[in-house]
């Protein structure tokens, strides 16, 4: 519903966004803009009464009040009505200032720490809104322009608690999140140095050998000549060749290991002369090429575009070239005003690696709301601390009240700061539970991230991480279409799903990570004297399983979690389900899998797969039930069955159940128990077009963790006294979980900290 007056415009877009506009003249715009791309909602039921030269509008939801004048605090306002969220009588005048949970920011560049971060949608105090005035404007062909009046233009979010309502309505205004190739999701390989074709292939081959995967390889700014006198070393199109002689060989051969590549680019100092495509490129803009002189950058100028992607990319991409790193650095100055560069490079750049029905794929940086239309964003250059590491959880997270899901960081820091090997298994562990893991460096020869450049321990753990990651891939291209189809981020912050509960807000670095699993990361040193580190973390109401170690929690409270370097807490509540792939290939579908699920509840997972990377793929869902009153789990399948193996194995672990008997399809099966995890392992197979497979398992409960057992094993491993031990383990044998054991324990445990490492294991889940 548009409600017009003279020199204001009130669009109701849904019952809780409205558009609100006031314009000197009259004039309206109703263009697409950078931010506003669908205005176009189901009409909600509004009622209006005129008042002078005002009005009221009341929706289910909000209650405007306006007098007709130029918007001001005396004569705008709306009051949010609570039906049931409890913001009855909640009231947003014009100007006023909204503390909203946060955004996200352009770039972490030099980040040592936390930074400011810009607004989101999402306000605990019940609103929120987004500025509009000075954006360009979009035509159906995608051309832009600057505003001609200048205007007024907000939109006001009145979803109370309502986070996912609210960014679900952000994604209809803005567009939704494109979904992402199914490569984007394995691990990158990157890092600013000066390879050559030898030595990155062999650097490539060095991470087979080790039994690393990986799917995206980057090369940094040296593939191109840097030294010239023409343009800044940073601005490039020619292929050095002293360094690749011949670049398709290279490329065909990064394809030939599964690999797709991206080039780095800083476009801002344009076509230098001694670019292979400057004279072709002169004769398209009208310069004469026998001048010598650099063809400014103008993205403003459809002509300079046009030669820009015909002459110098697409013929990189015939090369092999899969898609693009911009790297833009120059700030937001162009000679259109309310234009920023960036949002222009990354909308053209996108809208060009669209080509040919393929999925699009940019890497480049945050550009404002409506950014999350052109992924994967590039966080930039932070100092390699502890306070960074800290900061990028719930950074990441915050990014999702400004609908930007897909953050890319450089994983281990890039530059600067301390060389320490905890700290860079920290971060990867991190990385690993990060929308995109891509392993960067500055050009340094000790901040490089190989696994094997550290120490054996940490070339160890490392490893086994990236290799998680892959398995992880199944459960994250799924959450990616969730993410497209339902405005659902992979990372989002814990309240989210707990909106009314104080606590959700109080742990920024906890975070949902898809549908099924809260990780709780680690961003602080290990205690010397104990060789584990802690984070303080809240486990909402009901039972939590810890997704590596079966441990079982109860929930409602705030616990210390405590970890070795070699583990961080991921947490699955119960009936979770989770896929595991069993191929390290990021390209294909495998054809073996993983299963874990957990007991407590029933619960359901759609596992999303298609080609992974056509813009209009067909698509095969598999539906995966667990029933936990009748005992049992189904597989069953539908939608392009052809793209699914022939026959696929499914190995089931069944984690905090009880030991049980297990039949699959009425027989019983080959089982084999777990004690440390409580965990059922079995087999099950689905055959391309075939019946569902079920397996049934009826006498199963939730298992009782065996908490001394847990503890007895911490305490062996841990740096503190070994008397001090002995006697902690003498009093838990005498006292069980007693309600005297944790006085005992205060008073023996003389080692800081120790009492809440202990605590963890023997108390985690209540009797």
């Known amino acids: 519903m548009i409600i017009t007056g003279r020199n204001y415009r009130i669009s109701v877009l849904t019952s809780r966004l409205l558009r609100l506009e006031y314009q000197e003249d009259g004039v309206f715009e109703d263009r697409g803009t950078v931010l506003a791309r669908c205005r176009s909602f189901p009409e909600p039921e509004v009622r209006q009464k005129q008042t002078g030269e005002g009005l009221e509008l009341d929706t289910e939801y909000l209650h405007l009040v306006y007098d007709g004048k130029p918007f001001s605090p005396a004569g705008l306002s709306i009051t949010l009505k609570g039906n049931g969220g409890g913001f009855f009588g909640q009231m947003w005048r014009f100007g006023d200032e909204i503390r909203t949970l946060g955004g996200t920011a352009r770039t972490l560049d030099g980040a040592d720490g ?7 949608v999402i306000s605990r105090g019940g609103f929120a809104v987004l500025e509009d005035s000075r954006s360009v404007l979009l035509d159906e062909e995608g051309h832009f322009s600057p ?3 200048p205007e007024t233009d907000l ?27 199914r490569f984007a999701l394995g691990n990158w390989w990157s890092r600013y140095h000066v390879y050559t074709e030898e030595s990155y292939l062999r650097l490539m081959d060095r991470f087979d050998r080790a039994g690393i995967p990986l799917s995206v390889a980057v090369i940094d700014m040296d593939w191109h000549i840097t030294e010239n006198p023409y343009t800044s070393g940073w601005t490039g199109y020619t292929w050095n060749r002293d360094l690749f002689p011949d670049p398709a060989r290279f490329l065909a051969a990064l394809h030939a290991r599964g690999l797709k590549t991206t080039l780095n680019l800083h476009p801002a100092s344009g076509i230098g ?3 292979e495509a400057y004279s072709a490129f002169c004769e398209a803009v009208g310069q004469d090429p026998s001048e010598k002189l650099t063809v400014d950058f103008r993205p403003t100028d459809p002509k300079f575009m046009k030669a820009y992607f015909e002459l110098l990319h697409h013929p990189l991409e015939e090369q092999g070239v899969d898609f693009w790193w911009i790297d833009w650095q120059q700030g937001g100055f162009c000679d259109m005003k309310g234009l920023d560069p960036l949002w222009l490079l990354n909308e053209l750049h996108y809208r060009d690696s669209e080509r040919g029905g393929k999925r699009g794929l940019i890497f480049s940086r945050y550009a404002g709301p409506g950014s999350h239309r052109y992924p994967v964003g590039f966080s930039g250059d932070t100092v390699t601390t502890w306070a960074s590491l800290a900061f990028q959880p719930r950074f990441t997270a915050m990014a999702s009240n400004i609908g930007y899901p897909w953050w890319s960081h450089d994983i281990g820091g890039h530059m600067g700061g301390i060389r320490s090997d905890e700290l860079t298994v920290r971060w990867l562990q991190l990385g690993v539970f ?6 960067h460096s500055t050009k340094s020869d000790f901040m490089s991230k190989e696994p094997w450049a550290f120490g054996p321990e940490t070339e160890r753990i490392m490893t086994e991480w990236l290799r998680f990651r892959h398995r992880l891939i199944p459960y994250l291209y799924s959450a990616a279409e969730r993410t497209h189809r339902l405005g659902e981020p992979l990372v989002r912050p814990l309240y989210y799903a707990w909106p009314e509960e104080d606590s959700a807000y109080r742990v920024p670095n906890q975070y949902l990570f898809g549908e099924s699993l809260l990780v709780c990361p680690i961003t602080e040193p290990r205690r010397p004297e104990l060789g584990l580190a802690r984070t303080e973390a809240w486990l909402p109401a009901g039972r939590w399983f810890d997704i590596f170690t079966g441990q079982i929690y109860t929930g409602d409270r705030y616990i210390d979690l405590w970890r070795d370097l070699a ?11 989770l896929p595991l792939s069993d191929d390290p290939r990021a390209d294909r579908l495998p054809e073996a899998l993983t299963l874990r699920i957990f007991p407590g509840a029933s619960g359901s997972y759609v596992l999303y797969e298609d080609d992974g990377e056509s813009q209009n793929s067909p698509a095969v869902r598999t539906h995966i ?10 597989i069953e399948s539908e939608g392009a069955l052809e793209l699914l193996p022939e026959k ?14 297990v039949t699959v399809g009425g027989v019983p099966a080959e089982a084999v128990w777990d004690p440390e995890r409580n965990a059922i392992c079995f087999r099950l197979e689905t055959l391309r077009g075939g019946p569902a497979a079920e397996a049934s398992f009826p006498g199963a409960d939730v298992a009782r963790d065996n908490g001394p057992e847990r503890t007895r094993r911490r305490l062996q491993r841990l740096q503190s006294p070994n008397d001090e031990k002995g006697a902690v383990w003498q009093a838990i044998s005498s006292h069980g979980r007693s309600a005297s054991l944790l006085g005992t324990l205060e008073h023996l445990c003389k080692t800081p900290g120790l009492v809440s490492c202990l605590s963890e294991t023997l108390f985690g889940q209540d009797e």
């Open 273 to 275: 002369a001694h670019e």
């Open 147 to 149: 505003r001609s009046c």
């Open 648 to 661: 696929r194995i499914w190995q089931v672990e069944a984690i905090g159940f009880t030991e049980a008997e």
């Open 155 to 181: 939109y006001f979010f009145g979803y109370g608690h309502d986070y996912a309502d609210c960014l679900r309505d952000f994604y209809l205004l803005t567009g939704r999140v494109p979904m992402l190739p």
């Open 434 to 439: 990060s929308p995109i893991l891509r392993l």
């Open 625 to 634: 039930s667990l029933d936990w009153e009748a005992g049992t789990l189904r």
């Open 114 to 120: 936390e930074i400011p971060v810009g607004p989101g």
């Open 567 to 577: 583990e961080i807490p991921v947490l699955a509540r119960e009936g979770a389900i």
